[in-house]
């Protein structure tokens, strides 16, 4: 059965940090290309951050210099440190993993960034 599951939103106050993580199983982790997205309230999806299975990683430029993506393939786990967080990366943060033409979802953790 595959399972994503995100933890470490929360609150948190502007210029603060938060670690996301997503724990992963029921496949072949490392092959996979692993990615978070994130959606506002009455906004579309977007992508936040993407790392390939060779450890090549893409950022939005709305994060970059900020938020830095990696994985732990023996602890099939991806993570998202965010620092110097804005108002405006509150959102629900979604894990997804994609191999070819699979490609699955988390659940979603909630970040709130407000002073």
């Known amino acids: 059965q595959v399972q994503l599951g995100e933890s470490g939103g929360g609150l948190v106050q502007p210029g603060g940090s938060l670690r996301l993580s997503c724990a992963v199983s029921?496949?072949?982790?490392?092959?996979?290309?692993m990615g978070w997205y994130r959606q506002a309230p009455r906004k579309q999806r977007e992508l936040v951050a993407f790392?390939?299975?060779?450890?090549?990683?893409n950022y939005a430029d709305s994060v970059k210099g900020r938020f830095t993506i990696s994985r732990d393939n023996a602890e099939k786990t991806v993570f998202l440190q965010m620092n110097s967080l804005k108002p405006e990366d509150t959102a629900v943060y979604y894990c997804?993993?994609?191999?070819?033409?699979?490609?699955?979802w988390g659940q979603g953790t909630q970040v709130t960034v407000s002073s």
């Open positions: 029921g496949f072949s982790f490392s092959i996979y290309d």
């Open positions: 997804t993993a994609k191999f070819s033409i699979r490609n699955y």
């Open positions: 790392i390939t299975s060779g450890g090549s990683t």
